[in-house]
């Protein structure tokens, strides 16, 4: 069964570092997200892309954060300068349109 | 700012029985459901969908009911079984967008 996958599942970096949080969504899927989920918090939505452009963002998604899909397999989420409160679960999530989206594992990121 | 309600954080059922999740929403925007499913460590599974169209959409053991006038919806699943324990999550949509605004979650717990 096709899936969505995320690299790495657990990241730790110093706060002020870049990180890239990878994700390979199903491969006939036309759209992708990313979530996170603050611990013990509710999934927050942050991004939606469609046609190698960013269709919808949340205010969460400010100049620090940045999507990209470097290739026709990969789809990245950058956070530039990494704060104390990004420490969360991100998830990918792909779907075909307005159909139930399938979310990957997560990358538990830890700022410190 | 919560569109999506999950007020129960916790619901104990006996396996066999039925369990019975809720959900309650505000926005009047809404017109798609769905219910995701999440273990620890692990990203939302999605369960089952409706429509604003539908009352109600059954899948084996799932069903899903809409209550537009009541802005409410509910899981039903039967019977329970063990495997069933996980926290589950109503999430919504609003026309002419594809981002999912989550609700806090509700953890079931099926005991034998």
């Known amino acids: 069964e096709p899936e969505v996958t995320q690299t790495p599942s657990h990241q730790v970096t110093q706060m002020g570092q870049e990180v890239i949080l990878r994700c390979v969504p199903i491969?006939?899927?036309?759209?992708f997200y990313w979530y996170r989920q603050i611990l013990g918090q509710k999934v927050e939505f942050l991004v939606s892309f469609y046609n190698n452009e960013i269709s919808e963002k949340s205010e969460i998604f400010d100049d620090q954060f940045s999507v990209e899909r470097p290739d026709g397999s990969n789809f990245t989420l950058k956070i530039r300068s990494t704060k104390l409160e990004d420490s969360a679960m991100y998830f990918c999530?792909?779907?075909?349109?307005?159909?139930?989206?399938?979310f990957g594992q997560g990358t538990r990121l830890t700022v410190v | 700012d919560q569109q999506v309600k999950q007020n129960s954080p916790s619901l104990s059922v006996q396996e066999g029985r039925i369990s019975i999740l809720n959900c309650d929403y505000t926005?009047?925007?809404?017109?798609?459901f769905l219910w995701y499913k999440k273990y620890p460590a692990e990203g939302p599974t999605f369960l089952i969908s409706i429509s604003s169209i539908k009352d109600k959409n059954e899948d084996g053991r799932f069903t899903v009911f809409l209550n537009k006038s009541a802005k409410h919806l509910s899981l039903h699943i039967v019977p329970s079984q063990p495997g069933d324990s996980a926290v589950y999550f109503c999430?919504?949509?609003?026309?002419?967008?594809?981002?999912?605004?989550f609700g806090t979650g509700t953890r079931l717990q099926v005991f034998p």
């Open positions: 999530a792909s779907n075909s349109g307005r159909t139930e989206a399938f």
């Open positions: 926005n009047s925007m809404f017109d798609y």
């Open positions: 491969s006939n899927h036309l759209y």
């Open positions: 999430a919504a949509s609003e026309i002419d967008t594809d981002k999912l605004i």
